[in-house]
């Protein structure tokens, strides 16, 4: 509870800083945010079952490309209400083709199937508009993408904080520790990783479109980078995927991190990313702080011992 | 009126047939030992009643309705709990959780304060009082079994199987777990179990089934299927009977 307040008045406390930050520290700002979005939301679904799921920036992408589509044509709460649809309706198809599939099959599919998004979306626009990029001209500054970002961060945790006391949130760590004994005590397997699947999706959609009109100019691999789902995936995990804040925590100093590296290293970028990622989801799957607390606890047990 | 009813069912892995044939009742209340050497089926019988593994043939019904074309969720609300032969501990959860993951996705779901009581005394059941908020990772292997037991009976089963579950329990707690089940029956619960301990299927079984090989080789009150030639043929080999 003492957290959780503690968080409400962090959060109020940041939604001023577009009120004293210059644009360079406000584009971090908004850099952190979207990635704590993205990782929060991968977490939810991804931390009780460890399906390791690389297809957040198929979500991501569908939603800027959402409003860069209708942007122009409907007005922005409407927009943003379509990009979440689209998100859900193809989470549920998504969803269902792939639960089923487990460890690594379900890694390489999710893969593939942001590089498929990318590929048709890229045909359409090609073949059909006969354009590859879009421009997405909306009044909407920095600060209110900031805002509009701080507010799904917020929902996005409230939602991780219900999930994780709710029937469904155990419904789902029973299905990660064992799908036979948790179909065995009733529980319904392909609705409740649905369910959590969607939502998560649905929230990586809206931190897509919330942050189309930053591009301004948008094509498909902008928004459909690859690097994005690795990078989420190395935040969550880092900062521990089954802890209410450890995705976020996880994600501002990577995101920081990657910021310099992509500046200054720019070749050396994604091997940097790879090796990364290939050590954190071997070493420490459940998270740096998860590891700390289990290393302190070892600790503090040996000092009780005579 | 009988509880469960097997006909004809057959269960095959490519092409070795584990459950050939099978068909038995179970009236409501009775405790019946499910017998044989290993490898002769029995594990598979209950994977095929608890809707883990589907039938390749023949028919399971539960109070006279089909269950063996639905899932183990299903079958899971109509009435059925189990324990595995190598108990399987929800790891990641506390003691108290495990018990918690039955109450809350049973057909008449417990949840939040209400479940924390229903916990409690469920774990004392088992002679786990007080360690609901203990890692189950931390248990010794038969307080796992202890556990996998309060679980099963926190999804309020009609029907419950039993896959050698006093099986590695030394003579006390052998004792224990002997008086624990007879108190089960008492409550009025339907016991099916498999179990190498003849000492505890005297004790608890008015019934016995023998498989050998995927077939049902005896049926009938316990004393009598114990001294049974082709059982203890089955059991020991050809010189002894
Ligand atoms: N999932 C499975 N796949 C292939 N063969 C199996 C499987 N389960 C059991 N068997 C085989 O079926 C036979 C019966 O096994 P089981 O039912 O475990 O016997 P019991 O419990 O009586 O010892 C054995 O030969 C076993 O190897
Ligand atoms: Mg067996």
Redesign the pocket.
């Known amino acids: 509870m003492m957290k959780l307040l503690a968080a409400l008045v962090a959060l109020a406390a940041l939604a001023f800083v577009p009120a004293f930050a210059g644009p360079y520290p406000l584009g971090l700002g908004i850099g952190i945010l979207g990635y704590g979005v993205l990782a929060t939301a991968w977490a939810m679904f991804s931390g009780p079952t460890r399906y390791i799921s690389l297809a957040t920036v198929a979500f991501f992408g569908l939603g800027a490309y959402t409003v860069a589509v209708l942007a122009d044509v409907l007005p922005y709460p409407l927009v943003l209400l379509v990009a979440a649809l689209v998100g859900l309706v193809v989470a549920l198809i998504v969803g269902l083709a792939t639960l089923r599939l487990a460890g690594i099959y379900f890694v390489i599919f999710t893969f593939g199937l942001t590089e498929l998004v990318r590929q048709l979306v890229t045909y359409y626009e090609v073949n059909v508009t006969r354009t590859l990029g879009r421009y997405v001209f909306l009044p909407i500054g920095p600060e209110h993408i900031y805002w509009q970002l701080l507010a799904l961060l917020a929902a996005t945790l409230a939602i991780a904080f219900w999930v994780s006391r709710s029937r469904i949130g155990l419904a789902l760590r029973v299905i990660g520790d064992d799908p036979d004994v948790a179909s065995h005590l009733g529980v319904r397997i392909t609705r409740t990783k649905l369910t959590l699947f969607s939502i998560s999706c649905v929230i990586m959609t809206l931190a897509g479109a919330i942050q189309a009109p930053r591009w301004t100019y948008i094509e498909p691999s902008i928004v459909f980078n690859p690097t994005t789902s690795f990078l989420v995936v190395i935040m969550a995990l880092l900062g521990g995927p089954n802890r209410l804040f450890g995705p976020l925590l996880g994600a501002i100093p990577l995101f920081l991190l990657f910021e310099w590296l992509s500046a200054n290293f720019p070749n050396h970028y994604s091997i940097i990313l790879g090796l990364l990622f290939i050590a954190i989801v071997f070493v420490l799957p459940n998270g740096v702080l998860a590891a700390g607390d289990s290393l302190w606890s070892r600790l503090t047990r040996k000092a009780v011992r005579p | 009126m009988s509880l469960l009813s097997l006909r004809g069912v057959t269960k095959s892995?490519?092409g070795?047939t584990?459950?050939n044939g099978l068909s038995f009742d179970l009236i409501a209340g009775e405790t019946v030992g499910l017998l044989?050497?290993?490898?002769?089926?029995?594990?598979?019988?209950l994977?095929l009643i608890s809707g883990y593994?589907p039938v390749s043939d023949g028919i399971i019904a539960l109070s006279g309705e089909t269950i063996s074309t639905i899932g183990p969720e299903r079958i899971a609300h109509r009435g059925v709990a189990r324990t595995f032969?190598l108990v399987r501990a929800l790891p990641s959860l506390s003691v108290g959780e495990n018990v918690l993951a039955a109450l809350a996705f049973r057909k008449a779901p417990v949840w939040g304060r209400q479940a924390e009581s229903h916990i409690e005394r469920l774990l004392a059941d088992v002679g786990l009082a007080g360690r609901a908020a203990q890692p189950a990772d931390s248990l010794t292997y038969i307080d796992l079994k202890r556990m996998e037991l309060a679980r099963a009976l926190a999804s309020d089963p009609q029907l419950l199987l039993l896959?050698e579950w006093l099986a590695g329990l030394n003579p006390t707690e052998l004792r224990a777990g002997i008086a624990l089940i007879t108190s089960l029956r008492q409550r009025g619960i339907t016991i099916l179990l498999?179990e190498h301990v003849m000492d505890a299927v005297r004790a608890l079984c008015t019934r016995c089934i023998v498989?050998n090989a995927?077939s049902k080789i005896a049926d009938g009150p316990t004393a009598e299927v114990l001294a049974d030639a082709e059982v203890i043929r089955a059991y020991l080999g050809d010189d002894h009977a």
Do not use: E, H, Y
Request: glycine content about 22%; charged content about 10%.
């Open positions: 892995f490519g070795l584990a459950v044989g050497p290993n490898g002769s089926g029995k594990t598979t019988a994977n593994l032969q896959d498999v498989m995927g």
